[in-house]
């Protein structure tokens, strides 16, 4: 059964691991396969930091000992952006579609409760369908339209800016 959880300063090769893998499995992720260089010490130093912030977190997807997936909380580090924080999202291609993402969400709005954040925002290519009715549906709304915003094999592509607000 999987488990979400908030993520640990153990984590470390386990979410550099699923990061890497999902460089590879889908092209609506911001990196290429291979491109990521972080360093297994970088990512305990980052996941350190996300521990210790009181606007920022980490919530992991976990099956037995592998993270199948993530959702990534970045809080604003200056008081004018305080309350608001950009989300990432990630779910390894073979457990999606098992309601993960719905999870993730659920946990992420009973965490952001305790906390100032009263805006999310994130983007997402125009064409992940699947994605964007999740946000949807977790009452994220389609903001704005930023154009030629990513290039993946040599073609551009346009991204949403979605937002929602408490």
Known sequence: MIQIREISEDDNMLFLQLNKQLDQETNFMLFEPGERS???EQQRQIISTFIQSKNSNIFVAELDTQLVGHLTVIGGNLSRIEHRAH???GILNKFIGQG???E???H???WRQTTC???LELTVITQNERAI???NKHGFEIEGIKKNSMKINHEYFDE???GKTF
Do not use: A, H
């Open 100 to 102: 993960i993402g719905n």
């Open 87 to 89: 989300l990432v999202i």
């Open 133 to 135: 009715s999740l946000y």
């Open 117 to 119: 954040i009263t805006r």
């Open 108 to 110: 992420l709005e009973v």
């Open 104 to 106: 993730l969400f659920n």
């Open 38 to 40: 972080t360093t297994l």
């Open 160 to 162: 949403y800016m979605m």
